[in-house]
């Protein structure tokens, strides 16, 4: 069964970064598509960015474009979210998604992912 771990989320001021890995056990890491998703209090869970299992493809929500950057080491079966600039905005539980094959659609949506992490909390203050 393939499990996902999060990690690296915190507190932290505007304007700083942030690091979140998720490793993936269980299964197969180069064969899953990979996304980040966030959920604010109050809102509803949405994609931030999303990996695709050759790393040629990435996708990045509008709000998070130039400022996150997702990337896949497949050698160590983890997923990065590299944040800077960081905004108020940003605060929420960010979750980590794995898809497996066979691949279908452009994986924006959480119902387009097959495994989630528990999440990791990131809080930006102003």
């Known amino acids: 069964q393939v499990q996902l771990v999060e990690s690296g989320g915190g507190l932290v001021q505007t304007g700083d970064s942030l690091r979140l890995s998720c490793a993936l056990s269980?299964?197969?890491?180069?064969?899953?598509?990979m996304g980040w998703f966030r959920q604010a209090s109050g809102k509803e869970r949405e994609v931030v960015a999303r990996?695709?299992?050759?790393?040629?493809?990435?996708y990045y929500a509008d709000s998070v474009k130039g400022r996150f950057t997702i990337s896949r080491d497949n050698a160590k079966s983890t997923v990065y979210l590299q944040m800077n600039s960081l905004k108020p905005e940003d605060t929420a539980l960010y979750y980590c998604a794995a898809a497996a094959p066979p691949y279908s659609g452009s994986y924006y949506a959480s119902t387009d992912y097959d495994y989630w992490g528990q999440g990791t909390q990131v809080t930006v203050s102003s």
């Open positions: 990996i695709m299992w050759s790393s040629s493809s990435t």
């Open positions: 269980g299964g197969t890491f180069s064969r899953h598509v």
